[in-house]
């Protein structure tokens, strides 16, 4: 299974230029939406769905500054399983699992993850309060979890395999602008 469409989510001519002009691509079928008022990735994502653009399910949301050749086809099949199952699983987040002192996670971010092991590992604790000492976790994940598993050594790499209910959220949710910061939070506590 390969990726047949990608959509490109941008505010500059530039950006939709130089995507007009690209040789070849073979079955790749890009997608440019240029719109000038997006400024943030919550509004790209309400746009994204209110055109209808995303045509397939899975799919997999990236950030605009990741670069990468991994294989995700196991990833996209675990979700598959997953969401099968349990249709609130609506999100997989790809996560690097990195040294204390490693250049791959910004210095401004302390993220903690906490999940439960006997569930796939399923997101409990999604906290990404940059230079925060502490972090809160609530005595009832330890009642209906019987165990937890806290991360410090994981940085969100920027990729997400995500259901087509990811965007109707966002379209439902204008305060979301920040997939990490705002949408993963948000969905992780109201679990």
């Not at 055109?51 to 950030?63: R, Y």
């Not at 598959?80 to 790809?94: E, L």
């Amino acid at each position: 299974q390969s990726v047949r469409q990608v959509i490109v989510v941008c505010t500059s001519n530039g950006v939709e230029g130089h995507l007009k002009r690209r040789e070849g691509g073979g079955e790749l079928d890009v997608v440019c939406l240029m719109d000038v008022s997006l400024t943030n990735a919550g509004d790209a994502l309400r746009e994204v769905d209110k055109k209808n653009l995303v045509q397939s399910n899975p799919f997999i949301l990236m950030s605009g500054d990741v670069v990468t050749n991994a294989n995700l086809s196991h990833v996209l099949q675990e979700f598959k399983v997953r969401h099968k199952q349990d249709n609130s699983s609506i999100m997989t987040c790809v996560f690097q699992k990195v040294g204390p002192t490693t250049h791959l996670r910004p210095p401004t971010s302390d993220l903690i993850v906490g999940v439960d092991p006997s569930r796939e590992n399923r997101i409990l604790v999604y906290d990404d309060h940059p230079l925060s000492s502490k972090t809160s976790i609530p005595c009832s994940f330890f009642a209906s979890h019987s165990q937890v598993q806290l991360h410090h050594d994981l940085v969100d790499v920027g990729i997400y395999i995500c259901s087509p209910q990811v965007l109707a959220r966002f379209s439902d949710e204008f305060d979301y602008r920040d997939v990490r910061r705002e949408f993963i939070t948000n969905t992780v506590a109201e679990e």
